[in-house]
């Protein structure tokens, strides 16, 4: 059974950068593309970008120029890294299994960003 | 990028009416496109996907439509448990885009 669990903190300061980790169990990391989504309170769904095993990567032109996606294959986890945050990044923020569609969810996690 | 339109924002509907959601892309996608359910404080569960193959242990009463820029999602008999939000989303290009959501409450 494929599971993925995100964590990090859940509040960030403006300015700051902000950090998460994606642990999968029931899969290896290395058989496909890993996704993050992201969700702000009461909004629709924003994708931030995927990697594949190669560590190749696709950024969303939006956040290309802050963000970081990258694996840790030993661990069998991926982890987001968005930079210089301000509060429009509030957001719940999920990995996801895939770079089309998505079958497997993390239960999200909720990132606010404040000074 | 490609925007996906939904439509209608909302929806109001009674156990057992049929209800369909459009989707449209603002370039041609062919049938790269899912459809998404999502729950209050859960994440979005695959219900379609390629346009019209229903996922997994999704039950039959949902079922997508279309390719191109038109996309339609139905449930032939709504349940208690299909009010929701749903979203679609395209994967021909990057950066993969979602609709803006239905939200379908209990008449």
């Known amino acids: 059974q494929v599971q993925l669990q995100e964590s990090g903190p859940g509040l960030v300061k403006t300015s700051e950068t902000l950090s998460l980790t994606c642990i999968v169990s029931g899969d290896s990391i290395r058989s496909y593309y890993w996704s993050w989504i992201r969700q702000p309170p009461g909004k629709g769904l924003e994708w931030i970008g995927y990697i594949y095993y190669s560590g190749s990567t696709n950024y969303s032109p939006s956040l290309k120029s802050r963000v970081t996606i990258s694996l840790d294959t030993p661990k069998n986890q991926l982890s987001l890294k968005l930079t210089s945050v301000t509060a429009a990044d509030t957001a719940v923020y999920y990995c996801?299994?895939?770079?089309?569609?998505?079958?497997?969810w993390g239960q999200g996690t909720l990132v606010t960003v404040s000074s | 990028d490609i925007q996906m339109t939904q439509s209608p924002s909302s929806l109001s509907a009674s156990v057992g009416d049929r209800v369909t959601i459009t989707c449209q892309a603002s370039q041609d996608i062919t049938n790269y496109l899912n459809w998404y359910q999502q729950k209050p404080g859960k994440a979005p569960k695959v219900l379609i996907y390629d346009a019209s193959k229903l996922e997994t242990g999704v039950p039959s009463r949902f079922s997508g439509s279309g390719s191109g820029t038109d996309f339609t999602f139905t449930i032939s008999s709504l349940q208690p448990e299909d009010f929701a939000t749903y979203y679609c989303?395209?994967?021909?290009?990057?950066?993969?885009?979602f609709g803006q959501g239905t939200k379908l409450e209990i008449k």
């Open positions: 989303q395209q994967f021909a290009n990057v950066p993969r885009t």
């Open positions: 996801a299994r895939g770079a089309n569609y998505y079958r497997y």
